[in-house]
């Protein structure tokens, strides 16, 4: 298969970087645009030379997948080298030297064996790959990277069908706000205590059967317990369901992904194991049930079921309310490569231009192209109520824009217009918000 033009496109911006004097580009590229191939290019380009390649990955099951990638692509794997970075970092006397080192994940590299490695190898070129190009904590890669070469984003992918178009929905199922942080993400033992109820069971099975019946999905789970719990619960409902983990026997887990590929498994639950980088069949729904503060997961396992097939809508379905932290997978993102920690009062999905449909679970933009706030449902055509910002925006905007004067009138009867209204209340000692009340009432707003 050719390079896309968007692909070749970035190999030509990554060289501009090198004849710049860069030693370390990023590569930015929505999971699905085909990251992978980019950088099995650029590494048969370098072998080709006769030069080494090194690639560093961040999980033993991206190895071999890695290895196939490039093999078939005409990498010369005697000059490449492909390895867990905790393994290559115990083994640098045994690595030779490498001209070019490419890191998948790349916003894994702040860590001390990715630095290790850097260290080892101070002439080598570098450059990383990834879909988020920011840390847990908000930070940039500049004390990693010296560029970033960004490609298309998702919008584009879609539009242009190298991305499947996707329904989101976020059906309200659990109350997050008592769960601890722990390093900055959920504590996963009081979030497993609150997934493990029997009733939440049932809403995720209901609502797959009611959202995305019939359609293959992965379901993202908060623990091992949680994933084998919910697998149980999805083949007691009558729907064939597996569960995989890091701990699973590779041959266990290959079987149950050929079962999976060929249609004989309709839910696969795990443990964030299919998501950065893991390559598993086409699916047509993901199903979250972990909620994270890490923009790169929600990323990885929200955008799992858009691989493109003509005809094909994905089905994503939020029960943990993860878009209302991150906005949408295909939200226009900006990349910087200093920190760029967002400085927000609150996480409301409101603040994302995002609503939610209360009738039918689906979640779209608050306004349409030209900034119209969209006041029916789209897929429905439920009437939206309006958000307390929105409300308080509009109160704001009438008590800022209409004056009253002061009139003595015997009851509120006798007032014919919000000013008047207004007015009253003032010479009564009302609060603000009864004239606003009142007006409204009665169809003055």
């Not at 919008?155 to 991305?163: A, C, D, R, T």
């Not at 306004?367 to 109520?385: A, N, Q, T, V, W």
């Amino acid at each position: 298969m050719p390079l896309r033009k968007y692909q070749m496109d970035i190999i030509a911006d990554v060289k501009q970087a090198y004849k710049k004097g860069k030693q370390a580009p990023c590569i930015v590229l929505p999971c699905g645009g085909g990251k992978s191939i980019i950088v099995a290019e650029i590494a048969k380009r370098t072998t080709d030379k006769g030069n080494r390649v090194l690639f560093i990955v961040h999980r033993k099951e991206l190895c071999d997948q890695i290895f196939r990638t490039f093999r078939d692509w005409g990498v010369n794997m005697g000059l490449c080298d492909i390895g867990m970075v905790q393994t290559i970092s115990r083994r640098l006397g045994k690595i030779k030297r490498p001209v070019l080192i490419i890191t998948d994940e790349n916003h894994h590299s702040k860590a001390a064996t990715y630095r290790k490695i850097y260290d080892a190898f101070p002439d080598a070129k570098r450059i990383g790959v990834t879909a988020t190009p920011v840390r847990l904590d908000g930070s940039g890669l500049a004390d990693v990277n010296d560029e970033l070469v960004i490609g298309v984003n998702a919008k584009w992918l879609i539009q242009n069908h190298f991305l499947a178009p996707y329904d989101y929905y976020a059906p309200s199922m659990v109350d997050l706000t008592e769960v601890k942080t722990v390093r900055g993400e959920f504590d996963i033992k009081s979030t497993e205590k609150i997934m493990l109820k029997k009733a939440i069971f049932g809403d995720v099975i209901n609502n797959y059967k009611n959202l995305a019946a019939g359609k293959q999905a992965i379901c993202y789970c908060v623990s091992i317990n949680h994933s084998l719990s919910m697998a149980e619960a999805f083949i007691a409902a009558g729907i064939n369901a597996q569960h995989i983990d890091g701990t699973t026997p590779k041959a266990e887990r290959d079987q149950i992904i050929e079962d999976f590929r060929r249609g004989k498994i309709e839910i696969l639950c795990n443990v964030d194991l299919i998501s950065e980088g893991f390559d598993v069949p086409d699916c047509g729904c993901a199903i979250l049930l972990r909620p994270t503060k890490s923009l790169t997961l929600y990323i990885q396992q929200s955008m799992r079921c858009m691989r493109y097939k003509p005809g094909k809508r994905a089905v994503i379905i939020d029960h943990v309310g993860n878009y209302a932290r991150f906005g949408l997978p295909d939200a226009d993102r900006e990349w910087k490569l200093d920190s760029h920690k967002e400085k927000r009062k609150n996480s409301e999905a409101e603040d994302l231009n995002i609503k939610t449909c209360t009738n039918c679970f689906m979640v779209f933009p608050s306004k349409d192209d030209s900034g119209k706030r969209i006041l029916e449902c789209p897929f429905c055509g439920y009437k939206l109520p309006k958000s307390k910002k929105e409300i308080e925006e509009e109160k704001q905007a009438i008590l800022e824009k209409i004056e009253g004067f002061v009139i003595n009138y015997d009851s509120p009867s006798d007032c014919g217009s919000y000013q008047e209204l207004k007015a009253y209340a003032k010479s009564k000692g009302y609060k603000p918000g009864w004239a606003w009340y009142q007006a409204r009432m009665r169809g003055m707003i």
